[in-house]
C-alpha cells in the first residue's frame, strides 16, 4: 500500500479547503487502506477499544423506549456509571429522529462510536502514522511537522435513526490552534442514503468555538463557555451546505472548526463506516475543554507544545 500520496494535491483543492474549510480528495490512496479498515472496524465492532459508546443506547435509554440493546461494550471512560457526558438524564426528549429512516421491529441499526483506536489497534496505528494522511495534512495545513491527535471511528449500519448532531470537532478536542485538520476517510462505497455527512461552506472562517452539544442531540451542557450553534436543522436551506459522496481510495478533509452534521442510514444493506483522524500543526498547543466527551487526557498544562507527549502525540510529519 502507498505510504505517499497516489498524486499531488492540487493548487485548487489547497484553496478550496481554506475558502471552504472542507475538500474532497479523491483518488489520493491505494484503495488497500479502505479495506484494511474495513477489517479493523469490524474487529473493533466485535471487541471494542479505546472510549467506546453506542450512541443508540443512550437514545433509547433516554427516551425510555424499551427496544433490544445491541451487544456493543461501553469502554473507557463510557463504562464508569459517573460518566457526565451525554448521558440519559441530559439527552432526556432531545434525540434526533431522521424520519426518513423506517427500520423495521427488531432490525434498528446502532449508531457506534470509537476515539484513541490508534493506540489499541495496529492497523490504525498505520494508517494514522504511515499512511498518506500525515501528507496530506502537512500539505493543506502549510505545516512543517504535524502531530497525530486523535481518532474517532463511526459506525452507522442500516436502519440507524439517530442523526449526528450540528457540531464543530474543535470544541471536543483538547487542542487550539489555527493549524488543525480532520481527515475522514471510508472503509466503503459511500451514498445519499446512507446519511452522508454535510458540511456548511466557510464556517471555519469566523474563528469562533462553539459549544459542544451531546452528538445526537442539540442539548449542551449548562456554563459551556463556548458561542451557541447557529439552528441549521431543519433550516438547512439558509446555509452555504456541501456534502459528498467518497469511495474506497477517497478522503475528506475539513478544518476542525467547521460545523458539520449527517443523517439517519435509510440503507437496507450498506452501513456507513468510516475514521476520522484529527492532526495538529507546528502552531497547535494543549488547551483542556472542561465540557468535552469522555476521552483519554494529556497531562500536558495550557500552551503547552503537543511535542511534550511524544507518547499520545507523536509526530506524523516528516516521518
Not at 469511495?247 to 435509510?266: I, K, S, Y
Not at 483519554?296 to 503537543?306: T, V
Request: proline share 7%.
Amino acid at each position: 500500500m502507498n505510504r505517499r500520496l497516489l498524486r499531488p494535491i492540487t493548487p485548487e483543492e489547497i484553496r478550496t479547503y481554506e475558502e471552504d474549510g472542507v475538500v474532497w480528495l479523491r483518488g489520493i490512496l491505494d484503495a488497500r487502506w479502505a479495506s484494511q479498515l474495513a477489517i479493523a472496524i469490524d474487529e473493533l465492532i466485535v471487541s471494542p477499544r479505546g472510549q467506546a459508546v453506542d450512541f443508540t443506547n443512550l437514545g433509547l435509554a433516554a427516551t425510555t423506549i424499551a427496544e433490544e440493546r445491541s451487544g456493543f461494550t461501553p469502554t473507557g471512560k463510557w463504562a464508569q456509571a459517573e460518566h457526565e457526558w451525554g448521558s440519559p438524564r441530559q439527552l432526556a426528549g432531545s434525540v434526533l429522529i431522521d424520519e426518513k429512516v423506517q427500520a423495521a421491529p427488531g432490525k434498528r441499526g446502532h449508531f457506534l462510536s470509537m476515539t484513541g483506536t490508534w493506540q489499541r489497534h495496529p492497523i490504525i496505528r498505520e494508517l494514522a502514522l504511515a499512511s498518506p494522511l500525515p501528507e496530506i495534512a502537512a500539505s493543506l495545513m502549510w505545516s512543517q511537522k504535524v502531530y497525530l491527535y486523535d481518532d474517532q471511528v463511526l459506525v452507522k449500519p442500516p436502519g440507524t435513526r439517530e442523526k449526528t448532531a450540528w457540531h464543530q470537532d474543535l470544541g471536543y478536542d483538547n487542542i487550539q490552534g489555527e493549524k488543525v485538520c480532520g481527515i475522514r476517510m471510508p472503509a466503503s462505497k459511500e451514498t445519499p442514503e446512507m446519511g452522508l455527512v454535510q458540511y456548511w461552506r466557510g464556517s471555519h472562517k469566523s474563528g469562533k468555538i462553539f459549544k459542544v452539544n451531546y452528538f445526537i442531540s442539540n442539548a449542551t451542557s449548562i456554563g459551556d463557555e463556548g458561542e451557541e450553534i447557529p439552528a441549521i436543522e431543519g433550516h438547512e436551506a439558509d446555509f452555504d451546505l456541501v456534502w459528498f459522496a467518497p469511495e474506497p481510495g477517497d478522503v475528506v478533509v475539513h478544518h476542525l472548526r467547521t460545523l458539520h452534521g449527517a443523517g439517519g442510514n435509510c440503507s437496507t444493506t450498506s452501513t456507513r463506516r468510516g475514521i476520522t483522524v484529527r492532526y495538529g500543526g507546528d502552531d497547535v498547543t494543549h488547551k483542556f475543554r472542561k465540557y468535552a466527551p469522555p476521552q483519554d487526557l494529556s497531562e500536558l498544562r495550557d500552551g503547552a507544545p503537543l511535542d511534550k507527549d511524544p507518547e499520545r502525540h507523536p509526530v506524523a510529519w516528516p516521518r
